[in-house]
């Protein structure tokens, strides 16, 4: 059952391939604002995924993070997710990303809940236009 306070975690280590230079996001060999807004989103989809009725999911629909600090490659990050708010269908978490100095990024998340397989037929429709 989804209810408020359900939180999320997850980790990694930072891999060349997660870098600003390598996502196009910058020229920096650090890890990349668009790789820890994926781990956030990540970590936000797994911590509700369980509460959800079968057949149903949730796609992001809003980020609203502050990217605060660089972390090099090699380091370990962890993200942490807490639903802070169920509107309906509509799912907001307070999302919080640390490396092994200390805190990196922070923010909100938006997700919705949606059932799977209208929501693919609906999109894919999109070819047929």
Known sequence: MLEIGI???QELVV???????S???GAMNVFATPCMIALMEHTAFESVGPELDEG?????TAVN???VAATPVGMKVTC??????????ALTFSVKAYDEA??????E??????VEDKFQTKTDSKLNK
């Open 7 to 9: 939180k999320g975690h």
């Open 15 to 21: 891999t060349e391939n997660m870098t600003a230079k």
């Open 23 to 25: 996502m196009n996001s």
């Open 56 to 60: 149903c999911g949730t796609v992001g």
């Open 65 to 67: 993070i502050k990217h």
């Open 80 to 89: 942490e997710s807490e639903l802070i708010k169920i509107d309906g269908r």
């Open 102 to 107: 200390g805190l990196i990024g922070e923010g």
């Open 109 to 114: 998340h938006e997700r919705f809940i949606i």
